[in-house]
């Protein structure tokens, strides 16, 4: 009897090692890849091992099921993720002795990167907010010049379109490829020589960054 509780004992500290170790990998891959991730992980675990996991849907809760066998030991295991509660939960028994664990973890969805507004960095940097579509001249015509800004400061008026950054021609050259380029010149603190069409005639102006 003495070994049979023995035995009980390990085997509970081992379901409840693997318990918080299923845990702990769901509630981390999900705060990098999120939930659709975390099943194609687990998954991915599960075939490697041989074990089929029998997943089911059920409101806001995907649940995921198997059972092996190890050595002689019948294991059962459920995976489930409850998109309400914000809450993934693992679960483990091993029924002829009697053992259950179970790690319930509040879990948090990875932080989309907020996408770079191009026409918000050009005028962050310069001073100007520009069309994002090119004129027939190939250039991006100047929509607003900030009042005291850098670009402003260096003569550049509104409706000037803009042809050509230092040796750059712009026709080659899209509004994203524009505003890294400016970005790397702000950064370097460059004065930055830009060719501007007004009024038909061409300006050379000069901006310190």
Not at 22 to 51: C, H, L, N, P, R
Not at 61 to 73: A, C, E, K
Not at 112 to 141: A, C, H, M, R
Not at 191 to 205: Q, S, Y
Request: hydrophobic share 35%; glycine share 6%; net charge neutral.
């Amino acid at each position: 009897q003495k070994e049979k509780e023995k035995n009980k004992q390990q085997l509970q500290n081992i379901a409840n090692d693997t318990a918080k170790n299923w845990g702990k990998f769901m509630t981390v891959v999900i705060s990098q890849k999120g939930i659709d991730g975390m099943w194609e992980e687990i998954e991915k675990d599960m075939y490697a091992k041989g074990i089929t996991l029998y997943k089911s849907v059920t409101d806001n809760i995907t649940t995921g099921i198997y059972s092996q066998v190890l050595d002689t030991l019948q294991v059962f295991g459920e995976f489930s993720v409850n998109t309400k509660t914000q809450q993934c939960r693992y679960i483990i028994e091993m029924p002829m002795w009697g053992v259950k664990a179970i790690d319930t973890s509040s879990y948090t969805l990875p932080q989309t990167q907020p996408q770079i507004n191009v026409v918000d960095v050009v005028d962050d940097y310069l001073g100007i907010i520009t069309s994002t579509e090119k004129t027939k001249e190939g250039g991006f015509t100047i929509l607003r010049v900030s009042p005291g800004g850098r670009s402003a400061l260096a003569g550049v008026k509104e409706n000037d379109v803009l042809i050509k950054i230092d040796t750059h021609e712009l026709k080659e050259h899209d509004i994203e490829r524009l505003a890294s380029y400016v970005v790397l010149r702000y950064q370097q603190k460059a004065i930055l020589t830009t060719t501007l069409l007004r009024n038909g005639e061409t300006k050379v102006v000069e901006i310190q960054l």
